[in-house]
């Protein structure tokens, strides 16, 4: 639940951010890549690129809980993108047994 919130955060930041009419109509291109993977347990990794070159990668894991009486899926990702003001924005994220942590550096601390 926690990567979705921190994933649909990012999607809403980068799709309020203001645009001219080029860079929307990049926007409303379709992915130019897109890798996805996923096996029997739940675990994944994916990775995709847009036209306006936002690239998007994340995997999910099973890691033991420290009791060792079950599996916690770990989720690590990454974002980034060019913002109208020409500047790359980089966020990392991850999701896991120690709590949700996302840093970039245009996110104060």
């Given amino acids: 639940m926690n990567?979705?919130?921190v994933v649909a955060?990012?999607?809403a930041a980068v799709a309020?951010?203001?645009s001219s009419p080029q860079v929307a109509a990049r926007?409303?291109?379709p992915a130019l890549q897109h890798e996805e993977v996923h096996d029997e347990f739940g675990q994944y990794a994916l990775r995709y690129v847009t036209a306006?070159?936002?690239?998007?990668?994340?995997?999910?894991r099973l890691v033991p809980t420290p009791g060792g009486n079950g599996y916690v899926l770990v989720v690590e990702g990454e974002t980034s993108?060019?913002?109208?003001?020409?500047?790359?924005?980089?966020t990392k994220y991850s999701a896991g047994l120690d709590g949700?942590?996302?840093?970039?550096?245009?996110?104060?601390?």
């Fill in 9 to 11: 955060c990012l999607v």
């Fill in 81 to 90: 993108y060019v913002g109208d003001d020409g500047k790359t924005y980089v």
């Fill in 52 to 60: 306006e070159g936002t690239v998007v990668s994340e995997r999910g």
């Fill in 3 to 5: 990567q979705f919130v």
């Fill in 16 to 18: 309020a951010a203001p």
């Fill in 100 to 109: 949700t942590h996302v840093e970039g550096a245009h996110i104060p601390q």
């Fill in 27 to 29: 926007r409303a291109l």
